[in-house]
């Protein structure tokens, strides 16, 4: 007991830093017609549930009749087979920008933790790239409806993840990058 007074106390004198950076936000308007259909994921954060694709990995998106949208995910495993998981996403009221998500079973979708935050942090006015992450900075994806990128379209996407407090050291690039076209 002794010990733990001096360590509550240099907790308390002394607390970890925090982030410098803004708050991650949802866009404020999603067109979820719009943003249904097929996306290729150009990086993401490291996720364990990601650690055996190798490649080729989308997300293809489907508004349904009852107001949600079904998640169909596939990618290339390193042996050269495919993986895929189907799920649901529902809207979050009142934040057009944020969606739950879960991979669970219909049987358990009334457990709270199998829902997952799924928001759109930043979007291209023609739905063409996306960044999607969680408030908790834990998930990231970078997403195209191409299955490469222009590498300064990439940086800059990177740039407004990273003014959101994510750390990018360990993103991982699933796609190709294009260098841009030179200027005429």
Known sequence: MRALIPL???????????????????????????????????????????????????????????????VHNACRTHDGNRIEVDGVARPVPGHPGRLRVRFAPDWLAWVPFVWADYWVIALDPDYQWAVVGDPDRDYLWILSREPAMDRTLFEQLRGRAEAMGYDLAPLVLAAPLREPLPEP
């Open 8 to 70: 509550l106390l240099c907790l308390a004198l002394f607390p970890a830093p925090a982030r410098a950076a803004g708050p991650v936000a949802s866009v404020p308007e999603l067109d979820l017609s719009r943003y249904a259909g097929l996306w290729y994921e150009i990086a993401h954060l490291p996720l364990s549930f990601q650690r055996r694709c190798a490649g080729d990995i989308t997300a293809q998106y489907a508004l349904r009749s009852d107001g949600t949208i079904s």
